[in-house]
Protein backbone atom coordinates (compact mmCIF):
# COMPACT_ATOMS: atom_id res chain seq x y z
CA UNK A 1 0.00 0.00 0.00
CA UNK A 2 1.04 3.74 -0.86
CA UNK A 3 0.94 4.87 3.08
CA UNK A 4 3.53 1.69 3.61
CA UNK A 5 6.30 3.38 0.68
CA UNK A 6 6.29 6.70 3.03
CA UNK A 7 9.18 5.99 5.33
CA UNK A 8 11.00 4.29 2.83
CA UNK A 9 9.96 7.13 0.41
CA UNK A 10 11.08 9.98 2.42
CA UNK A 11 13.88 8.55 3.12
CA UNK A 12 15.18 8.58 -0.04
CA UNK A 13 13.99 12.18 0.02
CA UNK A 14 15.69 12.89 2.83
CA UNK A 15 12.88 13.94 5.27
CA UNK A 16 11.90 12.39 8.54
CA UNK A 17 8.77 13.60 10.69
CA UNK A 18 11.30 15.08 13.31
CA UNK A 19 12.40 17.64 10.90
CA UNK A 20 9.45 19.67 11.57
CA UNK A 21 7.49 20.51 15.12
CA UNK A 22 3.83 20.91 15.37
CA UNK A 23 1.88 23.00 13.39
CA UNK A 24 0.91 26.54 13.63
CA UNK A 25 -1.60 28.89 12.55
CA UNK A 26 0.18 30.75 9.81
CA UNK A 27 1.74 34.44 10.09
CA UNK A 28 3.51 34.55 6.66
CA UNK A 29 4.02 31.89 4.01
CA UNK A 30 7.99 31.31 3.29
CA UNK A 31 9.61 30.75 -0.43
CA UNK A 32 12.43 28.45 -0.68
CA UNK A 33 15.12 29.54 -2.84
CA UNK A 34 16.97 26.06 -2.89
CA UNK A 35 17.63 24.47 -6.02
CA UNK A 36 14.60 22.33 -5.71
CA UNK A 37 12.41 23.70 -9.09
CA UNK A 38 9.04 22.41 -7.39
CA UNK A 39 8.91 24.14 -4.43
CA UNK A 40 6.79 27.57 -4.43
CA UNK A 41 5.45 29.53 -1.28
CA UNK A 42 2.80 27.11 0.91
CA UNK A 43 -0.77 27.70 -0.30
CA UNK A 44 -3.47 28.62 1.48
CA UNK A 45 -6.06 25.58 2.21
CA UNK A 46 -9.65 27.72 2.21
CA UNK A 47 -11.19 24.73 4.02
CA UNK A 48 -8.90 23.28 6.67
CA UNK A 49 -7.49 26.43 7.95
CA UNK A 50 -3.56 28.04 7.09
CA UNK A 51 -0.57 26.32 7.75
CA UNK A 52 3.26 27.26 6.93
CA UNK A 53 6.05 24.87 6.15
CA UNK A 54 9.92 25.41 5.99
CA UNK A 55 11.27 25.09 2.97
CA UNK A 56 9.81 21.95 1.05
CA UNK A 57 9.02 19.96 3.91
CA UNK A 58 5.88 19.18 5.47
CA UNK A 59 3.43 19.25 8.25
CA UNK A 60 3.52 16.55 11.19
CA UNK A 61 1.48 16.83 14.29
CA UNK A 62 3.47 16.47 17.75
CA UNK A 63 2.75 12.03 17.35
CA UNK A 64 4.45 12.37 14.12
CA UNK A 65 1.44 12.08 11.92
CA UNK A 66 1.84 13.77 8.22
CA UNK A 67 -0.61 16.58 8.22
CA UNK A 68 0.33 17.67 4.41
CA UNK A 69 2.02 15.61 2.25
CA UNK A 70 3.01 17.87 -1.18
CA UNK A 71 5.09 14.39 -2.80
CA UNK A 72 1.54 12.25 -2.85
CA UNK A 73 -0.15 15.32 -3.89
CA UNK A 74 2.32 15.33 -6.74
CA UNK A 75 2.25 11.70 -7.43
CA UNK A 76 -1.26 11.74 -7.95
CA UNK A 77 -1.59 14.32 -10.05
CA UNK A 78 1.32 13.11 -12.52
CA UNK A 79 -0.63 9.59 -12.81
CA UNK A 80 -3.65 11.75 -13.51
CA UNK A 81 -2.32 13.48 -16.13
CA UNK A 82 -0.91 10.37 -17.82
CA UNK A 83 -3.90 8.70 -17.47
CA UNK A 84 -6.90 10.79 -17.56
CA UNK A 85 -9.09 7.72 -17.28
CA UNK A 86 -8.02 6.90 -13.92
CA UNK A 87 -9.90 9.64 -12.84
CA UNK A 88 -12.96 7.44 -12.12
CA UNK A 89 -11.08 5.34 -9.08
CA UNK A 90 -10.10 8.82 -6.75
CA UNK A 91 -13.24 10.74 -7.88
CA UNK A 92 -15.29 9.95 -4.92
CA UNK A 93 -12.73 9.76 -2.27
CA UNK A 94 -10.71 12.88 -2.56
CA UNK A 95 -11.55 16.53 -2.97
CA UNK A 96 -9.36 19.07 -4.80
CA UNK A 97 -10.19 20.87 -1.01
CA UNK A 98 -8.30 17.99 0.54
CA UNK A 99 -4.68 19.06 -0.78
CA UNK A 100 -2.83 22.00 0.75
CA UNK A 101 -1.40 23.73 -2.46
CA UNK A 102 -3.47 25.54 -3.88
CA UNK A 103 -1.89 24.91 -7.89
CA UNK A 104 -2.38 21.41 -7.05
CA UNK A 105 -6.06 21.97 -6.63
CA UNK A 106 -6.73 24.04 -9.40
CA UNK A 107 -4.94 21.32 -11.55
CA UNK A 108 -7.35 18.39 -9.71
CA UNK A 109 -10.46 20.52 -10.27
CA UNK A 110 -9.51 21.10 -13.94
CA UNK A 111 -8.93 16.94 -14.48
CA UNK A 112 -12.01 16.46 -12.03
CA UNK A 113 -14.05 19.37 -14.26
CA UNK A 114 -13.21 17.27 -17.58
CA UNK A 115 -14.50 13.53 -16.22
CA UNK A 116 -17.94 15.27 -14.77
CA UNK A 117 -18.31 17.27 -18.23
CA UNK A 118 -17.40 13.14 -19.91
CA UNK A 119 -14.08 13.89 -21.62
CA UNK A 120 -10.52 14.12 -20.69
CA UNK A 121 -8.23 17.85 -20.10
CA UNK A 122 -6.09 18.69 -22.11
CA UNK A 123 -2.30 19.63 -21.30
CA UNK A 124 -2.96 23.41 -22.66
CA UNK A 125 -6.17 23.43 -20.30
CA UNK A 126 -4.64 22.91 -17.15
CA UNK A 127 -2.03 25.64 -18.35
CA UNK A 128 -4.51 27.89 -19.29
CA UNK A 129 -6.30 27.43 -15.75
CA UNK A 130 -3.07 28.29 -14.02
CA UNK A 131 -2.76 31.32 -15.73
CA UNK A 132 -0.82 30.25 -18.98
CA UNK A 133 2.12 27.76 -19.46
CA UNK A 134 4.70 30.45 -19.10
CA UNK A 135 3.07 32.10 -15.69
CA UNK A 136 5.68 32.48 -12.89
CA UNK A 137 4.47 30.78 -10.20
CA UNK A 138 7.42 30.85 -8.04
CA UNK A 139 10.71 31.61 -8.21
CA UNK A 140 11.56 31.17 -11.45
CA UNK A 141 9.37 28.57 -11.77
CA UNK A 142 6.77 28.41 -14.60
CA UNK A 143 3.64 26.79 -14.88
CA UNK A 144 4.47 24.74 -18.46
CA UNK A 145 8.00 23.54 -16.37
CA UNK A 146 5.38 22.64 -13.27
CA UNK A 147 2.95 20.93 -15.32
CA UNK A 148 6.28 18.98 -17.09
CA UNK A 149 7.73 17.92 -13.77
CA UNK A 150 4.42 16.51 -12.77
CA UNK A 151 4.28 14.29 -15.83
CA UNK A 152 8.22 13.37 -15.71
CA UNK A 153 8.31 12.27 -11.96
CA UNK A 154 4.97 10.50 -12.02
CA UNK A 155 5.08 6.77 -10.36
CA UNK A 156 2.32 5.34 -12.12
CA UNK A 157 3.15 1.89 -10.42
CA UNK A 158 1.33 3.31 -7.03
CA UNK A 159 -2.82 1.78 -6.39
CA UNK A 160 -4.16 5.69 -6.76
CA UNK A 161 -7.23 4.89 -4.92
CA UNK A 162 -4.98 4.01 -2.01
CA UNK A 163 -2.69 7.53 -3.09
CA UNK A 164 -6.13 9.60 -2.99
CA UNK A 165 -7.38 7.82 0.38
CA UNK A 166 -4.01 8.72 1.95
CA UNK A 167 -4.30 12.33 1.38
CA UNK A 168 -7.99 12.51 2.26
CA UNK A 169 -7.02 11.13 5.65
CA UNK A 170 -4.53 14.00 5.70
CA UNK A 171 -6.94 16.39 4.78
CA UNK A 172 -8.98 15.03 7.86
CA UNK A 173 -6.43 15.27 10.08
CA UNK A 174 -5.67 18.42 9.68
CA UNK A 175 -9.42 19.65 10.31
CA UNK A 176 -9.62 17.95 13.61
CA UNK A 177 -6.39 18.52 14.48
CA UNK A 178 -5.95 14.14 15.55
CA UNK A 179 -2.70 13.61 17.29
CA UNK A 180 -1.81 9.81 17.91
CA UNK A 181 0.53 9.01 20.84
CA UNK A 182 1.43 12.67 21.46
CA UNK A 183 5.57 12.65 21.85
CA UNK A 184 5.85 14.97 24.50
CA UNK A 185 9.17 15.26 23.87
CA UNK A 186 8.30 17.38 20.70
CA UNK A 187 7.91 21.34 21.17
CA UNK A 188 3.90 22.03 21.99
CA UNK A 189 2.34 24.93 20.01
CA UNK A 190 -1.03 25.46 20.11
CA UNK A 191 -2.50 26.67 16.66
CA UNK A 192 -5.49 28.01 19.06
CA UNK A 193 -3.59 30.33 20.18
CA UNK A 194 -3.69 29.16 23.97
CA UNK A 195 -1.90 30.88 27.12
CA UNK A 196 -1.15 29.93 30.57
CA UNK A 197 -2.78 32.16 33.29
CA UNK A 198 0.67 33.45 33.92
CA UNK A 199 0.92 34.42 30.40
CA UNK A 200 -2.37 36.24 29.93
CA UNK A 201 -1.88 40.40 30.51
CA UNK A 202 1.49 40.48 32.25
CA UNK A 203 1.97 43.78 34.51
CA UNK A 204 2.07 46.69 32.61
CA UNK A 205 0.64 45.51 29.45
CA UNK A 206 -2.86 44.47 30.31
CA UNK A 207 -4.27 45.20 26.82
CA UNK A 208 -5.01 42.16 24.66
CA UNK A 209 -4.58 44.33 21.51
CA UNK A 210 -1.12 45.52 20.13
CA UNK A 211 -2.63 48.43 18.13
CA UNK A 212 -1.68 50.31 14.91
CA UNK A 213 -3.20 53.56 15.66
CA UNK A 214 -3.49 53.77 19.81
CA UNK A 215 -6.60 53.01 21.01
CA UNK A 216 -8.25 53.07 17.17
CA UNK A 217 -7.07 50.40 14.89
CA UNK A 218 -5.90 47.06 16.29
CA UNK A 219 -2.94 44.66 14.48
CA UNK A 220 -3.96 41.66 13.27
CA UNK A 221 -7.78 41.99 12.82
CA UNK A 222 -10.38 43.59 10.60
CA UNK A 223 -11.38 47.33 11.09
CA UNK A 224 -14.43 48.98 8.91
CA UNK A 225 -14.29 52.50 7.63
CA UNK A 226 -17.10 53.73 6.37
CA UNK A 227 -19.43 56.66 4.85
CA UNK A 228 -21.45 58.54 2.52
CA UNK A 229 -20.22 59.72 -0.57
CA UNK A 230 -18.17 62.46 -0.20
CA UNK A 231 -18.06 61.95 3.77
CA UNK A 232 -14.03 62.24 3.22
CA UNK A 233 -13.61 58.69 4.46
CA UNK A 234 -10.77 57.86 1.52
CA UNK A 235 -9.25 60.42 1.78
CA UNK A 236 -9.70 60.13 5.96
CA UNK A 237 -7.96 56.48 5.58
CA UNK A 238 -5.08 57.80 2.87
CA UNK A 239 -4.17 60.67 5.56
CA UNK A 240 -4.21 57.76 8.30
CA UNK A 241 -2.24 55.20 6.33
CA UNK A 242 0.47 57.69 5.26
CA UNK A 243 1.13 58.52 9.23
CA UNK A 244 1.32 54.66 10.02
CA UNK A 245 4.18 55.08 6.88
CA UNK A 246 6.09 57.45 8.02
CA UNK A 247 5.67 56.95 11.76
CA UNK A 248 3.90 60.15 12.75
CA UNK A 249 1.69 60.60 15.54
CA UNK A 250 -1.77 60.70 14.04
CA UNK A 251 -4.89 62.64 15.14
CA UNK A 252 -2.58 62.93 18.95
CA UNK A 253 -2.72 58.69 18.88
CA UNK A 254 0.71 56.79 18.67
CA UNK A 255 0.79 54.74 15.62
CA UNK A 256 2.69 51.53 14.74
CA UNK A 257 5.34 52.57 11.81
CA UNK A 258 5.76 50.07 9.11
CA UNK A 259 4.83 48.96 5.33
CA UNK A 260 1.45 49.79 3.97
CA UNK A 261 0.07 48.09 1.37
CA UNK A 262 -2.98 50.27 0.02
CA UNK A 263 -5.38 48.58 -2.69
CA UNK A 264 -7.06 51.10 -4.33
CA UNK A 265 -9.69 49.65 -6.24
CA UNK A 266 -12.34 52.07 -6.43
CA UNK A 267 -10.29 55.39 -8.01
CA UNK A 268 -6.54 53.83 -8.33
CA UNK A 269 -6.39 55.30 -11.35
CA UNK A 270 -6.73 59.32 -9.49
CA UNK A 271 -4.95 58.37 -6.76
CA UNK A 272 -1.38 60.09 -7.81
CA UNK A 273 -3.34 63.08 -7.44
CA UNK A 274 -3.84 62.18 -4.21
CA UNK A 275 -0.51 61.87 -3.62
CA UNK A 276 0.95 65.09 -5.23
CA UNK A 277 -2.02 66.79 -2.59
CA UNK A 278 -0.52 65.19 0.09
CA UNK A 279 3.40 65.54 -0.60
CA UNK A 280 2.43 69.25 -1.32
CA UNK A 281 0.87 70.19 1.35
CA UNK A 282 3.46 68.01 3.86
CA UNK A 283 6.71 69.49 1.82
CA UNK A 284 7.62 65.97 0.67
CA UNK A 285 10.00 65.47 -2.45
CA UNK A 286 8.10 63.24 -5.37
CA UNK A 287 10.62 60.44 -4.49
CA UNK A 288 10.63 60.02 -1.15
CA UNK A 289 11.43 57.03 0.72
CA UNK A 290 8.34 56.13 2.27
CA UNK A 291 6.86 52.18 3.15
CA UNK A 292 4.20 52.57 1.07
CA UNK A 293 2.53 50.31 -2.02
CA UNK A 294 -0.23 50.84 -4.10
CA UNK A 295 -2.18 48.21 -5.85
CA UNK A 296 -4.17 50.24 -8.37
CA UNK A 297 -6.08 47.13 -10.12
CA UNK A 298 -8.90 45.76 -7.79
CA UNK A 299 -8.87 41.59 -6.86
CA UNK A 300 -12.27 39.81 -7.02
CA UNK A 301 -13.10 38.68 -3.31
CA UNK A 302 -16.47 37.69 -4.58
CA UNK A 303 -16.08 35.25 -7.80
CA UNK A 304 -13.21 32.60 -6.32
CA UNK A 305 -10.16 32.11 -3.89
CA UNK A 306 -7.87 33.01 -6.87
CA UNK A 307 -7.36 36.71 -6.82
CA UNK A 308 -7.33 36.74 -2.99
CA UNK A 309 -4.83 33.94 -3.23
CA UNK A 310 -2.75 36.03 -5.66
CA UNK A 311 -3.10 38.90 -3.72
CA UNK A 312 -1.92 37.55 -0.84
CA UNK A 313 1.19 36.17 -3.09
CA UNK A 314 2.05 39.61 -4.37
CA UNK A 315 2.08 40.96 -0.59
CA UNK A 316 4.48 38.41 0.10
CA UNK A 317 6.81 39.24 -2.87
CA UNK A 318 6.15 42.96 -2.33
CA UNK A 319 7.23 42.64 1.40
CA UNK A 320 10.82 41.36 0.94
CA UNK A 321 11.81 44.24 -1.06
CA UNK A 322 11.19 46.44 1.75
CA UNK A 323 12.86 47.05 5.35
CA UNK A 324 10.13 47.71 6.88
CA UNK A 325 7.39 44.63 8.96
CA UNK A 326 4.32 44.80 6.96
CA UNK A 327 1.58 46.66 9.20
CA UNK A 328 -1.60 47.85 7.30
CA UNK A 329 -3.36 46.84 4.40
CA UNK A 330 -5.88 49.01 2.87
CA UNK A 331 -8.81 47.58 0.99
CA UNK A 332 -11.34 50.65 -0.82
CA UNK A 333 -13.31 50.06 -1.28
CA UNK A 334 -15.71 46.75 -0.34
CA UNK A 335 -18.10 47.45 -3.17
CA UNK A 336 -15.15 47.75 -5.38
CA UNK A 337 -13.27 44.50 -4.04
CA UNK A 338 -17.03 42.05 -4.46
CA UNK A 339 -18.40 43.12 -7.67
CA UNK A 340 -22.01 41.18 -8.27
CA UNK A 341 -21.98 40.31 -4.35
CA UNK A 342 -25.85 41.12 -2.88
CA UNK A 343 -24.69 43.46 0.17
CA UNK A 344 -27.77 42.19 1.66
CA UNK A 345 -27.38 38.86 1.22
CA UNK A 346 -25.95 36.65 3.95
CA UNK A 347 -24.67 34.28 2.10
CA UNK A 348 -22.87 36.33 0.13
CA UNK A 349 -21.78 38.37 2.58
CA UNK A 350 -20.17 35.67 4.51
CA UNK A 351 -18.05 34.71 1.41
CA UNK A 352 -16.78 37.50 0.69
CA UNK A 353 -15.85 37.69 5.10
CA UNK A 354 -13.85 34.52 4.72
CA UNK A 355 -11.89 35.56 2.04
CA UNK A 356 -11.10 38.38 4.34
CA UNK A 357 -10.27 36.36 7.11
CA UNK A 358 -7.49 34.28 4.99
CA UNK A 359 -5.88 37.66 4.28
CA UNK A 360 -6.31 38.55 8.31
CA UNK A 361 -4.43 35.16 9.20
CA UNK A 362 -2.33 35.14 6.70
CA UNK A 363 -0.20 38.95 7.95
CA UNK A 364 -0.12 40.02 11.54
CA UNK A 365 -1.18 43.15 10.19
CA UNK A 366 -4.38 45.89 10.93
CA UNK A 367 -6.38 45.74 7.67
CA UNK A 368 -8.77 48.46 6.43
CA UNK A 369 -11.84 47.87 5.01
CA UNK A 370 -13.44 51.45 3.76
CA UNK A 371 -17.39 50.61 2.78
CA UNK A 372 -20.19 53.25 1.72
CA UNK A 373 -23.19 54.30 3.75
CA UNK A 374 -26.91 54.38 2.54
CA UNK A 375 -28.03 57.78 1.83
CA UNK A 376 -29.69 58.75 5.46
CA UNK A 377 -28.63 55.24 6.90
CA UNK A 378 -26.84 55.51 9.88
CA UNK A 379 -25.29 52.26 9.66
CA UNK A 380 -22.89 50.61 6.52
CA UNK A 381 -24.82 49.83 3.70
CA UNK A 382 -25.46 45.82 3.66
CA UNK A 383 -26.44 43.36 6.07
CA UNK A 384 -25.66 43.30 9.38
CA UNK A 385 -23.11 41.36 10.37
CA UNK A 386 -20.90 43.94 8.49
CA UNK A 387 -20.85 45.64 11.46
CA UNK A 388 -21.17 42.71 13.35
CA UNK A 389 -18.19 40.96 12.75
CA UNK A 390 -15.42 43.81 13.17
CA UNK A 391 -13.61 44.50 15.99
CA UNK A 392 -13.63 48.20 15.09
CA UNK A 393 -15.95 50.29 12.94
CA UNK A 394 -15.45 54.48 12.38
CA UNK A 395 -17.74 56.10 11.22
CA UNK A 396 -17.04 59.54 8.75
CA UNK A 397 -19.68 62.17 8.14
CA UNK A 398 -20.48 65.60 7.53
CA UNK A 399 -20.66 67.92 10.46
CA UNK A 400 -24.11 69.89 10.11
CA UNK A 401 -24.21 72.19 12.93
CA UNK A 402 -21.26 73.99 12.65
CA UNK A 403 -18.95 75.29 9.35
CA UNK A 404 -15.36 76.77 8.50
CA UNK A 405 -14.97 80.18 9.75
CA UNK A 406 -14.81 80.58 5.82
CA UNK A 407 -18.16 78.45 5.50
CA UNK A 408 -16.67 75.29 4.55
CA UNK A 409 -17.50 71.74 5.37
CA UNK A 410 -15.92 70.05 8.47
CA UNK A 411 -15.89 66.09 8.21
CA UNK A 412 -15.69 64.38 11.40
CA UNK A 413 -14.86 60.26 12.01
CA UNK A 414 -16.11 58.50 15.19
CA UNK A 415 -15.23 55.32 16.71
CA UNK A 416 -18.83 53.51 16.47
CA UNK A 417 -17.64 50.15 17.51
CA UNK A 418 -14.26 49.06 19.78
CA UNK A 419 -14.74 45.59 21.21
CA UNK A 420 -11.96 45.91 23.45
CA UNK A 421 -11.41 49.48 23.51
CA UNK A 422 -12.84 53.10 23.46
CA UNK A 423 -15.95 53.55 21.56
CA UNK A 424 -17.26 57.18 20.74
CA UNK A 425 -13.52 58.28 20.15
CA UNK A 426 -13.73 60.97 17.24
CA UNK A 427 -12.01 63.71 15.52
CA UNK A 428 -12.58 65.92 12.91
CA UNK A 429 -10.79 67.58 9.80
CA UNK A 430 -11.44 69.40 6.60
CA UNK A 431 -10.60 69.08 3.02
CA UNK A 432 -9.21 72.03 1.61
CA UNK A 433 -8.82 71.78 -2.22
CA UNK A 434 -4.90 72.04 -3.42
CA UNK A 435 -4.27 72.50 -7.15
CA UNK A 436 -1.60 69.68 -8.07
CA UNK A 437 -0.90 70.62 -11.55
CA UNK A 438 -2.70 71.66 -15.18
CA UNK A 439 -3.87 69.18 -18.15
CA UNK A 440 -3.36 69.36 -21.41
CA UNK A 441 -5.60 71.63 -21.99
CA UNK A 442 -3.78 73.91 -19.52
CA UNK A 443 -7.10 74.21 -16.78
CA UNK A 444 -6.43 73.15 -13.37
CA UNK A 445 -6.33 69.89 -11.81
CA UNK A 446 -6.91 69.45 -8.15
CA UNK A 447 -7.40 66.91 -5.05
CA UNK A 448 -7.57 67.34 -1.01
CA UNK A 449 -5.57 67.08 2.19
CA UNK A 450 -6.96 66.17 5.24
CA UNK A 451 -5.86 68.82 7.64
CA UNK A 452 -7.52 68.60 11.63
CA UNK A 453 -9.95 70.91 12.49
CA UNK A 454 -9.38 71.68 16.47
CA UNK A 455 -12.91 72.41 18.38
CA UNK A 456 -10.82 75.83 19.41
CA UNK A 457 -11.59 77.31 15.78
CA UNK A 458 -15.33 76.59 16.27
CA UNK A 459 -15.27 79.24 18.76
CA UNK A 460 -12.50 81.23 17.83
CA UNK A 461 -11.42 84.86 19.32
CA UNK A 462 -13.84 87.02 18.78
CA UNK A 463 -17.22 84.72 18.24
CA UNK A 464 -20.32 86.10 17.91
CA UNK A 465 -21.71 85.48 20.77
CA UNK A 466 -25.35 84.35 20.15
CA UNK A 467 -28.50 84.55 22.43
CA UNK A 468 -30.81 81.39 23.23
CA UNK A 469 -33.07 82.40 20.11
CA UNK A 470 -30.31 83.25 17.97
CA UNK A 471 -28.30 79.58 18.27
CA UNK A 472 -31.29 77.82 18.37
CA UNK A 473 -31.73 79.32 15.04
CA UNK A 474 -28.69 78.36 13.33
CA UNK A 475 -29.07 74.85 14.84
CA UNK A 476 -32.15 74.95 12.89
CA UNK A 477 -30.43 76.79 9.77
CA UNK A 478 -28.09 74.34 9.65
CA UNK A 479 -30.69 71.05 9.93
CA UNK A 480 -32.00 72.82 7.08
CA UNK A 481 -28.87 72.88 4.84
CA UNK A 482 -28.04 69.47 5.59
CA UNK A 483 -31.71 68.25 4.84
CA UNK A 484 -32.86 70.44 1.89
CA UNK A 485 -30.09 72.44 1.06
CA UNK A 486 -29.13 73.14 -3.03
CA UNK A 487 -25.93 74.69 -4.42
CA UNK A 488 -26.96 78.58 -5.11
CA UNK A 489 -28.55 79.52 -8.11
CA UNK A 490 -27.05 82.55 -10.15
CA UNK A 491 -27.22 85.39 -9.72
CA UNK A 492 -25.71 84.28 -5.44
CA UNK A 493 -21.82 83.62 -5.35
CA UNK A 494 -20.64 80.34 -6.37
CA UNK A 495 -18.41 80.33 -3.85
CA UNK A 496 -21.67 79.91 -1.23
CA UNK A 497 -21.27 75.96 -0.22
CA UNK A 498 -24.97 75.77 -0.01
CA UNK A 499 -28.05 77.71 0.33
CA UNK A 500 -31.61 76.34 1.65
CA UNK A 501 -35.75 77.90 1.16
CA UNK A 502 -36.43 80.16 4.70
CA UNK A 503 -39.64 77.72 4.59
CA UNK A 504 -37.05 75.25 5.65
CA UNK A 505 -35.91 76.70 8.40
CA UNK A 506 -38.79 78.49 9.82
CA UNK A 507 -39.96 74.65 9.63
CA UNK A 508 -37.25 73.43 12.03
CA UNK A 509 -36.86 76.10 14.72
CA UNK A 510 -40.69 75.91 15.60
CA UNK A 511 -40.30 72.10 16.13
CA UNK A 512 -37.91 73.02 18.64
CA UNK A 513 -39.72 75.86 20.65
CA UNK A 514 -43.28 75.80 19.83
CA UNK A 515 -45.30 72.88 22.29
CA UNK A 516 -47.78 71.23 20.16
CA UNK A 517 -50.62 71.37 23.66
CA UNK A 518 -49.93 75.58 23.72
CA UNK A 519 -52.82 78.20 22.16
CA UNK A 520 -51.63 77.76 18.15
CA UNK A 521 -52.28 81.11 17.35
CA UNK A 522 -50.74 82.80 20.20
CA UNK A 523 -47.74 80.44 20.14
CA UNK A 524 -47.53 81.32 16.27
CA UNK A 525 -47.52 85.07 16.68
CA UNK A 526 -44.40 84.67 19.67
CA UNK A 527 -42.67 82.65 16.83
CA UNK A 528 -42.62 84.53 14.48
CA UNK A 529 -41.45 87.57 16.12
CA UNK A 530 -39.03 85.77 17.81
CA UNK A 531 -37.51 84.14 14.67
CA UNK A 532 -37.87 87.60 12.74
CA UNK A 533 -35.43 89.45 15.62
CA UNK A 534 -33.22 86.15 15.43
CA UNK A 535 -32.71 86.10 11.82
CA UNK A 536 -31.96 90.09 11.82
CA UNK A 537 -29.67 89.99 14.49
CA UNK A 538 -27.89 87.34 12.95
CA UNK A 539 -27.72 88.97 9.46
CA UNK A 540 -26.47 92.34 10.48
CA UNK A 541 -23.67 90.18 12.56
CA UNK A 542 -22.61 89.16 9.59
CA UNK A 543 -23.22 85.10 10.70
CA UNK A 544 -25.77 84.68 8.11
CA UNK A 545 -26.22 86.15 4.45
CA UNK A 546 -30.10 86.40 3.43
CA UNK A 547 -31.47 86.66 -0.12
CA UNK A 548 -34.97 86.04 -0.60
CA UNK A 549 -36.10 83.35 -0.17
CA UNK A 550 -32.43 81.78 0.38
CA UNK A 551 -30.68 81.61 3.64
CA UNK A 552 -27.26 80.67 3.99
CA UNK A 553 -24.51 80.35 7.03
CA UNK A 554 -20.70 82.68 6.00
CA UNK A 555 -19.19 80.12 8.36
CA UNK A 556 -18.13 83.03 10.50
CA UNK A 557 -17.68 81.68 14.09
CA UNK A 558 -20.31 81.59 16.83
CA UNK A 559 -19.87 80.76 20.94
CA UNK A 560 -21.36 77.53 21.67
CA UNK A 561 -21.93 76.39 18.42
CA UNK A 562 -18.95 73.41 18.87
CA UNK A 563 -19.63 70.06 17.81
Given at each position: ????????????????????????????????????????????????????????????????????????????????????????????????????????????????????????????????????????????????????????????????????????????????????????????????????????????????????????????????????????????????????????????????????????????????????????????????????????????????????????????????????????????????????????????????????????????????????????????????????????????????????????NIHRA?????????????????????????????????????IPFET????????????????????????????????????????????????????????????????????????????????????????????????????????????
Open positions: MYRDGLARKRRQRGRRPGDVALPVLASQPKTCACPNPIVRTVGVNMQHGNFEAEDNRDLYDAGGQLLSDRHAEEQLLGALLLKPQAVDKVVEIVRPADLIDPFNRQILECLFSAHGNGGEVSIDAINAKLGGKDALIGDGLTVGRYVAHLIADADTSNDLSDVADHLQQISERRKTGEAYDIDWRQPFVSRFGGLRWEEIATLGRASGYTWLIEDIFPMGEISLIFGDSGSGKSFGTFDMAMAVARGLKWNGKNTEPGLVIYVAAEAGKGFGKRKLAYSIEHNLPQDADIPFYLCTKRPDFFASDADVLALIEEIITVSKTYSQKLVLIVLDTLSALAPGMNENASQDVSMVRKRLVVLQEKFDAAICLVHHKPKGGATPRGHSSLTADFETTVEFEIVTDKRTPTGGTVRKQREGKAGLRWEFTLPVVTVGRNKWGNEETSCVVSQSTARGGYNGSANELLLMHALYDALGDYGVAPPFPLPAAISKVVDVAHIRTAMRAKVVDSDTDEEAADNRFRGAFKRAGDKLRDAGIIGIQKPFWWATGKPVNGMGG
